[in-house]
T-cell receptor
């Protein structure tokens, strides 16, 4: 079955450490997105990519980095520069140029100790 | 003003009730509209797209009012399993398609 796989599902990190969240899709989608969700808030866009080797900052990119070396993969690194990284992180994808359904992975819950 | 606004609720309704949510958006050039459902600590899942002519899927009806810039979701004959947060999503195009999420409306259906 096609879908988006995020890993790990739960991650604990000490302050000052970088962590990388994995996102892999086999839907053959061109566009991929990373969102952050905090309690009581809507999803906020961190980074997005419409094509391999290209990505754009979203609304809250500071303290995060991404890469898009393969169509299927869009990993997110939460760096030590991110002041409040504890959150629920969601990866999503959709076909470029198609304002249709945004497909989500199951999410990664990051807790900074 | 937020780009997409929803009443956070919670809306507490008895089983079998009809409940309606509204969502307003600020950008008149918005293109596509969706309702997503999100269960606690899970990812959002598409409930339905919203078309200009309105659309219905079983107990769920979605409508779009471009003149007043809002979309609505009506749930008839509420079930316990309808308890969730309902997210309004709007897309705009500014070089790329951008999905903008409301904060969600929480629904609790009570036995």
């Amino acid at each position: 079955d096609g879908g988006i796989t995020q890993s790990p599902k739960y991650l604990f990190r000490k302050e000052g450490q970088n962590v990388t969240l994995s996102c892999e899709q086999n839907l053959n989608h061109d566009a991929m997105y990373w969102y952050r969700q905090d309690p009581g808030q809507g999803l906020r866009l961190i980074y997005y990519s419409q094509i391999v080797n290209d990505f754009q900052k979203g609304d809250i990119a500071e303290g995060y980095s991404v890469s898009r070396e393969k169509k299927e993969s869009f990993p997110l690194t939460v760096t030590s520069a991110q002041k409040n990284p504890t959150a629920f992180y969601l990866c999503a994808s959709t076909k470029t140029g198609y304002t249709g359904e945004l497909f989500f992975g199951e999410g990664s819950r990051l807790t900074v100790l | 003003r937020k780009e997409v606004e929803q009443d956070p609720g919670p809306f507490n309704v008895p089983e079998g009730a009809t409940v309606a949510f509204n969502c307003t958006y600020s950008n008149s050039a918005s293109q596509s509209f969706f309702w997503y459902r999100q269960d606690c600590r899970k990812e959002p899942k598409l409930l339905m797209s919203v078309y200009s002519s309105g659309n219905e899927d079983g107990r769920f009806t979605a409508q779009l009012n471009r003149a007043s810039q809002y979309i609505s979701l009506l749930i008839r004959d509420s079930k316990l399993s309808d308890s969730a947060t309902y997210l309004c999503v709007v897309t705009t195009t500014s070089g790329t398609y951008k999905y903008i999420f409301g904060t969600g409306t929480r629904l609790k259906v009570l036995a």
